[in-house]
């Protein structure tokens, strides 16, 4: 019976992101005739520049944003061993993203290196939140407290920097909250080469991850490096938030909910969690984004607003049905 | 086979201090000892998560210098407080076998066996398909055991196994455990509070008592010499051949 969930959620799941995929294409700001978006494949035109260089990167972008969230969020929540944490949550996004507006504002370096920068953030951010989570013992809720403070901590950064650099603030908005209006092709290429890498990464330790969830004690005698993974799972799940913030800002809440949506047709194993959470995530972001651009069409609504509306409310329910569950 | 010596653990307050012991092979020996005494620090030493001066060894094997992989095949350890992750009772079973699996970590036949064999044994097969956060604590107890059947290792460390379980529960596990030490030559180490359960079951006593070993020995020695009513303040009687202690 659970196999069939199983299969069910994959063929749903991947039916709803080809769908979002098609729509994406095929909708936006501009109107095409059917006849014009088809005109797009067969060549150099108006609707070709249309589909190929402004909605296929945009969309490309929102998978690919979609799934290093997601995936980041899977990994945070085994190594934090806290379903509540994300990487938005916890300040992971925030500290990539300090990082990636101190380096545009002061230093002009190409924007292919910011994942780079991006990276050095999110990785002393996921290292402090895990290091204090697994020392101190924290709690659901207190883990949560302090992702509150170290998120304010930095985007008192973030704000201060764009306050200080004009033009870093004109850019300031949409990457706050997280949009993924204006991409091109070149703001993906080095992030999707760092996302393909991280999630097959965490794929490879994701047996060990699974088991780390029992305890560092029992993971340690079935044989487990613990520490070593753990190191493992923090460079990746800075790997990919860093990608992630470097392509579409600080786009919250889907590396909360795409591993809860996942997990009720998975489960919890990390083999099979880790996929899914994928899907799930790039189907939040992509179909996010298409909301977000044809509601309030011709104007072109942040998927981050989109997402912070769906997510905000689940984060209250989870917060509400742990809370009575920890009390 | 299971060689302590000169092993001291020292934490902020407390001092395991100088506990020298040879565990016989096949046998089940159980650690007492009241809230304090030191009966969890002697098994994070043997687990290898404190630091601690003197050694463990086994046949001749300083724990110490084993990799994680390798000590996994010797000792196995099931910890006091037991986590709840959240996948299948199936799942965390077969986990079990981690220290076996190659790097894919495909499941081979002695693999499934020995999974199917421990599911039956605990009775965990009933609910496997549950996750280990739906099932009540005397389950998850009994799943956690189907683990380190699973996992098959030569010795296996029990911390408080019992402490969610009904009485009749109680003597399930511990037969289930007395019958893996017999049959598959396993050596057992377990912690427990209750002293007539513990004496029903254990070939070895070993009693600790603030930091220091009040007393190892057989368990005919442990109840011929005294020490029970000594340390642990009860008085002993025999009814129906059982040795019972109740508290003055």
Known sequence: MKIKKEKLFIIISAVILLLT???????????????????????????????FQLRLPRLLAGILSGIALSVAGTIIQALTDNDMASPSIVGVNSGAGLMVIFFVAFINVSAYFLPVFAFIGAFLASLFITALSRKMG?????IILTGLAINAVFSAGISFISLIDESALVSYHAFSVGSLSLITYGDILVPSIIIVTGVILALLISKDLTIIRMGDTV????????????????????????????????????????????????????????????????????????????????????????????????????????????? | MLEI??????????????????????????????????????????????????????????????????????????????KSPPFSVNDLVSFGRNPYLDFAGRLNKLDVERINYALETTGAVNYKNKLVTQVSGGEKQLAYLAMALCQDARIMVLDEP??????????????????????????????????????RYADSVMILNNGKLEFFGSKENAVSSGVIERIFNVTHSMVNGINVYLAK
Do not use: W
């Open chain 1, 21 to 51: 995929a098609f729509f994406s294409l095929r909708y936006g700001s501009a109107k095409l005739t059917l006849a014009e978006f088809f005109s797009a494949f067969k060549g150099n035109n108006t609707s070709s520049v249309i589909v």
């Open chain 2, 5 to 82: 010596t000169d092993l001291t653990v020292r934490r902020k307050s407390f001092t395991l201090e100088n506990i020298t012991a040879n565990i016989k092979p096949h046998s089940l020996t159980v650690i007492l000892g009241k809230n304090g005494s030191g009966k969890s620090t002697l098994i994070s030493a043997i687990d290898q998560s404190v630091n601690y001066e003197g050694t463990i060894k086994y046949l001749n094997k300083d724990l110490k210098t084993l990799t994680e992989r390798e000590r996994a095949t010797i000792v196995s350890i099931m910890p006091q407080h037991l």
């Open chain 1, 219 to 327: 993971a340690g005698s079935l044989g487990v490096r613990v520490k070593r993974v753990k190191v493992t799972g923090i460079i990746i799940t800075s790997m990919l938030s860093a990608s992630a913030v470097s392509i579409c800002g600080l786009l919250g809440f889907v590396g909360l909910i795409a591993p809860h949506l996942a997990k009720l047709f998975v489960g919890g194993n990390l083999k099979k969690l880790i996929p899914a959470s994928a899907l799930t995530g790039s189907i939040l972001v992509t179909l996010s984004d298409f909301l977000g651009k044809i509601i309030f069409a011709p104007s072109d609504l942040p998927v981050g607003i989109i997402m912070a509306l769906i997510g905000a409310p689940f984060f209250l329910i989870l917060l509400v049905k742990g809370g009575a569950k920890n009390a």
């Open chain 1, 138 to 142: 924290l709690t659901k809720s207190s």
């Open chain 2, 162 to 199: 019992t402490a969610f379980l009904d009485v009749d529960k109680e003597n399930e596990f511990l037969n289930v455990l007395k019958n893996e030490v017999k049959t598959h030559k396993k050596t057992a180490i377990i912690t427990m509070h209750n002293v007539t359960q513990a004496l």
